[in-house]
Nanobody
Framework: QVQLRESGGGSVQAGGSLRLSCVASGYTYSPYFMGWFRQAPGKAREGVAGIYRGGVMIYYGDSIKGRFTISRDNAKNTLYLQMNSLKPEDTAMYYC????????????????WGQGTQVTVSS
């Protein structure tokens, strides 16, 4: 059974940092894609950042560029999101998601999701 478990969220003041972790289990080959998404109250879920099987990283939107860094530790089956210079508008539930298809191309289709970890940034 595939499981994605996020941790590392919390409450910080603007300008602070957090590192989110997502430990993945229950599969035997490298995911085609793993990424971070977020959903703020009253807003649609949006992509934050992701990593493809070959190591290509993608960041969604200009608001997080230069502040957020995605990385992974394949040995630990763990995905990370380092978030620096946090802003109140970064407040959201952050989710880890994975596309585990063995053969895939193009846009990811994330059909495995974690429960989320809350990030709250106060001004």
């Amino acid at each position: 059974q595939v499981q994605l478990r996020e941790s590392g969220g919390g409450s910080v003041q603007a300008g602070g940092s957090l590192r989110l972790s997502c430990v993945a289990s229950g599969y035997t080959y490298s995911p085609y894609f793993m990424g971070w998404f977020r959903q703020a109250p009253g807003k649609a879920r949006e992509g934050v950042a992701g990593i493809y099987r070959g190591g290509v990283m993608i960041y969604y939107g200009d608001s997080i560029k230069g502040r957020f860094t995605i990385s992974r530790d394949n040995a630990k089956n763990t995905l990370y999101l380092q978030m620096n210079s946090l802003k109140p508008e970064d407040t959201a539930m952050y989710y880890c998601a994975a596309d585990l298809r063995a053969l895939a191309d193009g846009a990811p289709e994330c059909n495995y999701w974690g429960q989320g970890t809350q990030v709250t940034v106060s001004s």
